[in-house]
């Protein structure tokens, strides 16, 4: 296989892209159709959208939207935000999305796990898993955007997931979300290790020797926001990749 | 015109996403009356064997495909567990295959100490095997996106007109006269993967 997959993990709210840091004040940084045809025109390996707009509120996903990105995705695209039915899964697989995320159902009703897999495959469903570390350096997993501490041990949690039929997990570090200040390695370890599906690390890139630090750690993929949306000393948004030769080279 | 076979288990929104991008004309088809018009097929899939293949039969689209493409030699491409059930039988299930190909479904397996997670997915190279129309033209170093934890053993090696490298090799792509089969995902595969689809649509 070539390098594993380096992924742009956007967030949507109300229709346009943000990006937050730990999970709070979402900035915006432009429109998704503008930004899947820029990363078409860079070759990612692959896409993730997640629209937190819909995170506790439960309204349904935005199909008309998500249609014309998926019309336009010719990579992998997987979606999460707001899906809470099966029907919510038929709808999306049929419009082109890949991989279904599921996060806050994926606690709350987890028999959705097991029926999206039964549809599509284990491999068309991702458990999201966004986790917390305390003061005291342990580790639970939280819902709900981050705002429901379900008090469990992500390694376990992860298991359980695996077991229901999920196929891949997207673990997600709050505490380094938007700060750029690298993978949570810890982690990213312990998941990797209790599960033998494939974990995708997201929350803290910020340069590319991060990539490889988590995919010694264990990690199969590598998610990362910020640091292809934002740009120089000042933020400036600006949609970036790193060239395919850049990527061989990280992981050599 | 490309048809498409929809037989309910699968994402066909991406393939059809990715043809219309080609500039090729495409439609789903999920009816054997539909599948007797049809002039090129694609058989996508995701999913478990025995499912796939027991939705194409319970439609009575197994039968009427098989004659299709032995019979009529309407091309048929067969992508990720579309090109999967090409073949006799597999190891996911026991369920018999379409029987298109002299080959037989296996589970990638590797040493426990293997840090090689299954599935298979992300990006990979193909090696050529031998010359081929999906082939031509394709770009140096096309890579492609893989997402599978089973793969395809062809009885005859003349079959095998590419491979790739997971831990050892494996059947990327495959034909035998009018029936092709893809491991990946060209609907999925950038560039890389209209120039796959482009080159069937030309056939």
């Excluded at chain 1, 570390?133 to 041990?153: F, H, I, M, P, Q």
């Excluded at chain 1, 997207?170 to 690298?182: E, H, V, Y």
């Excluded at chain 2, 309407?74 to 190891?91: D, F, I, N």
Aim: net charge neutral; charged share 25%.
């Amino acid at each position: 296989m070539l390098h594993p997959r380096v992924i742009p993990c956007l967030l949507m709210r109300n229709g346009g892209l943000v990006k937050t840091v730990k999970f709070k004040n979402p900035r915006y940084v432009g429109d998704p159709i503008n930004a899947v045809r820029i990363f078409n025109e860079k070759e990612v390996d692959e896409l993730v959208f997640l629209d937190i707009g819909s995170a506790g509120t439960r309204a349904a996903p935005d199909f008309d939207l998500l249609a014309d990105i998926a019309s336009e995705a010719f990579m992998p695209f997987s979606y999460g935000g707001g899906i809470t039915s099966i029907g919510h899964v038929k709808q999306l697989y049929a419009l082109g999305v890949e991989k279904v995320v599921l996060n806050t159902a994926a606690a709350g009703q987890p028999r959705l796990v097991s029926e999206a897999a039964a549809l599509a495959g284990s491999s068309g469903v991702v458990v999201s898993m966004d986790v917390r570390r305390n003061w005291l350096g342990s580790y639970t997993v939280c819902v709900a955007g981050g705002t429901r501490d379900l008090k469990r041990e992500p390694a376990g949690y992860a298991l359980d997931m695996e077991e229901l039929g999920a196929g891949e997990i997207l673990l997600n570090a709050i505490d380094r979300d938007g700060t750029r200040s690298g993978y949570d390695l810890e982690l990213v370890r312990r998941v990797s290790e209790a599960v033998s599906i494939p974990v995708v690390a997201a929350g803290g890139a910020g340069e590319l020797r991060h990539f490889r630090d988590a995919t010694d750690a264990g990690a199969s993929g590598l998610a990362a926001g910020s640091m292809f949306v934002f740009h120089g000393k000042h933020d400036a948004v600006l949609i970036t990749y790193p060239e395919y030769e850049e990527l061989d080279r990280v992981f050599k | 015109m490309i048809s498409v076979i929809d037989y309910g288990v699968c994402n066909l929104g991406s393939m059809l996403n990715m043809l219309r991008k080609v500039g090729v004309e495409a439609q789903l088809v999920s009816t054997p009356p539909e599948l007797e018009r049809a002039d090129k097929l694609v058989l996508p899939g995701v999913g478990a064997f025995d499912n796939g293949i027991g939705a194409l039969r319970e439609r009575g689209l197994a039968a009427t495909l098989r004659k299709r493409v032995l019979h009529d030699k309407v091309p048929l491409l067969g992508v990720c567990l579309g090109m999967q059930m090409l073949g006799r039988r597999s190891e996911e299930g026991g369920t018999e295959g379409l029987g298109l190909i002299d080959a037989e479904v296996r589970r990638f397996r590797f040493a426990p100490d293997s840090r090689k997670k299954v599935p298979h997915m992300g990006w990979n190279l193909l090696a050529p095997r031998r010359d081929a129309p999906l082939l031509r033209e394709l770009a140096a170093r096309s890579r492609f996106y893989f997402c599978h934890s089973y793969h395809l053993v062809c009885a005859d090696p003349g079959d095998v007109v590419a491979t790739a490298d997971y831990g050892g090799e494996f059947v990327a792509m495959l034909q035998h006269d009018n029936v092709y089969g893809v491991q990946f995902h060209p609907e999925k595969s950038h560039r890389f993967g209209m120039a796959l689809l482009h080159n069937f649509a030309e056939l």
